[in-house]
């Protein structure tokens, strides 16, 4: 059997189970979608939104780059966030970034990624910059690595409330919530490192005042 004729059996396999539990599981599903969240995360294939937080099908409604970033031109990300928020009135938004990103840690380096990775990578060498001098006063570099992860998830959190979309439902519905989260590979515990709630002020420059 090819290894993607395995997934395609596996499915069968689950769809047979869940029906099992529940004949009207499909039917449910099929004619609702009500999440309460909104998650932002890292591609990377060992962080799966709803394996890691115990959330079934429904219940997260998902966008994942590399290494979690929120940037203002992504239309991909925008079209996302906008419906999330205006149409599906997510109550939370979560980004939720993992220690042990390639993208962080490829990042830091002097390496050429070529073209369309360079230009991705570049947002997080802004963060490094933005935060030089907490960074370089790490010494180690795992530890140093760590802490980019964080401030990243950080600024990823900012970049939404800068958004047009998430300020005119503070305005209007006061939410979402923001919500930064690093996920551990090593020991599968999700750390909450910082939360914005509905309605904060952020620099005066951002704040759009005739939404
Ligand atoms: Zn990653």
Redesign the pocket.
């Known amino acids: 059997m090819k290894s993607y004729e395995k997934l395609l059996q596996n499915n069968k396999q689950w769809a047979e189970s869940k029906l099992k539990d529940d004949p009207g599981y499909f039917d449910s599903l099929a004619h609702l979608q009500t999440p309460e969240f909104l998650w932002i995360g890292?591609?990377?294939s060992r962080?799966p939104a709803n394996e890691i937080t115990g959330t079934q099908p429904g219940e997260i409604f998902v966008h994942r780059n590399?290494?979690?970033l929120v940037i203002n031109n992504d239309v991909n990300l925008l079209s996302v966030l906008d419906y999330a928020v205006t149409h599906l009135k997510v109550k939370h938004v979560i980004v939720c970034?993992?220690y042990g990103?390639?993208?962080?840690k490829a990042a830091i380096t002097n390496h050429d990624f070529k073209a369309v990775l360079n230009m991705w990578l570049r947002s997080i060498k802004d963060v490094y910059r933005i935060h030089r001098n907490e960074l370089d006063s790490i010494k180690d570099d795992r530890e140093k690595e760590n802490r980019l992860v964080e401030l990243n998830v950080q600024e990823q959190i900012f970049n939404l409330a800068k958004t047009s979309i998430i300020q005119r439902a503070w305005k209007n519905e006061s939410r979402p919530h923001l919500h930064g989260w690093v996920y551990g590979l090593k020991d599968g515990i999700i750390n909450p490192v910082c939360e914005m709630k509905a309605g904060t002020h952020i620099d005066a420059l951002y704040e759009y005042d005739d939404l």
């Open positions: 890292c591609s990377d962080v590399v290494a979690n970034g993992h990103c390639g993208g962080i």
